[in-house]
Nanobody
Framework: QVQLVESGGGLVQPGGSLRLSCAAS????????MGWYRRAPGKQRELVAT???????NYADSVPGRFTISRDNTKNTVYLQMNGLKPEDTAVYYC???????????????WGQGTQVTVSS
């Protein structure tokens, strides 16, 4: 069984920083793309950033320069460093991974449970 577990969310003042982590565990053969999405109150879930297994990154138009995605393939972990946080960044942040479980011939998409990020003074 595969699990994605996020950590690092919380309450921060505008202009502050947070670092989110997401560790994939279980019977994993390989991990392709990992990413972060978010769902703000009353809105649909949207892409924040993704990173491939070789380190290629993609960011939403609203966050480049403020957020940095990275990963540690030895730990099956993806990170999201968020700087210059704004109230509009308030959302539940979800980790996502496209991976191939052991003894399975195909890749599947898995999601974490989400971690709340609140930006408020």
């Amino acid at each position: 069984q595969v699990q994605l577990v996020e950590s690092g969310g919380g309450l921060v003042q505008p202009g502050g920083s947070l670092r989110l982590s997401c560790a994939a565990s279980g019977n994993i053969f390989s991990i392709n793309t990992m990413g972060w999405y978010r769902r703000a109150p009353g809105k649909q879930r949207e892409l924040v950033a993704t990173i491939t297994s070789d380190g290629s990154t993609n960011y939403a138009d609203s966050v480049p320069g403020r957020f940095t995605i990275s990963r540690d393939n030895t730990k099956n972990t993806v990170y999201l460093q968020m700087n210059g946080l704004k109230p509009e960044d308030t959302a539940v942040y979800y980790c996502n991974a496209r991976l191939r479980p052991l003894q399975r011939p195909f890749e599947y998409v898995y999601w974490g449970q989400g971690t709340q990020v609140t930006v408020s003074s």
